[in-house]
């Protein structure tokens, strides 16, 4: 008996690891979100009412598309300092605007950068500040979204947010399927999401 004893804080710790390894990011994917917020941080000339429009967008949705719900508040605005434009001046880097917004970020606090400037991440294809409309790092659990790009704003923009929050939050890819009229459609630099309002069969089946 006593040599078994010993046994038993190995079993103990494998568990807790498997759990934060492989179990917590399938309760992620299951949907299970306890006490879950979602922070919207406006920048520079985004308005607050503009924020609490999205906002309102964003609690009618996303519940309806993940099975889930959330709690979304909207934080005072701030400004982009020129430190976080990219080389060539033109665009914000999404890297340096979610390396401050995962201070705070946890698995229950996710933070969600709103901007109306330009942005931009890596370069992509030669060409120096790649231009996008939105960049996640899920392991921050930090994501930026710009409407710079969107032609129909009021219309789309929430679904560009939900997008990058799916990446953040869930981990979830680009829609594997590359199904036209998934939400998680990668872009592949096309700011059209006319005819994307909910997620495929394949991407609800594996998040919902």
Known sequence: MKKLLWIIPIVVVFAIAYYYLYGKE???IAGDCPNVTIYLQ???NYAQKEAELLKADLEKHVEQIVFSGFNFVV?????????????TRKKYRTDKIINTLKEDADD????IGITHHDISR???NGVKDWGVLGSSIPDYHACVVSDHRLKHKKRD???VVTHEFIHTYYRFPHCPKDSSNCIMK???GKADF???NDLCGYCKSKIG
Request: hydrophobic letters at 25%; proline letters at 11%.
């Open 26 to 28: 399938q309760s992620l």
């Open 42 to 44: 406006p920048y520079d």
């Open 75 to 87: 934080l005072p605005n701030k400004p982009l300092p020129d430190s976080y434009l990219g080389e």
């Open 108 to 111: 229950h606090h996710i933070y």
């Open 122 to 124: 890596e370069y992509k």
């Open 157 to 159: 923009l929430w679904k």
């Open 186 to 188: 990668d872009a592949k």
């Open 194 to 196: 006319s005819n994307k």
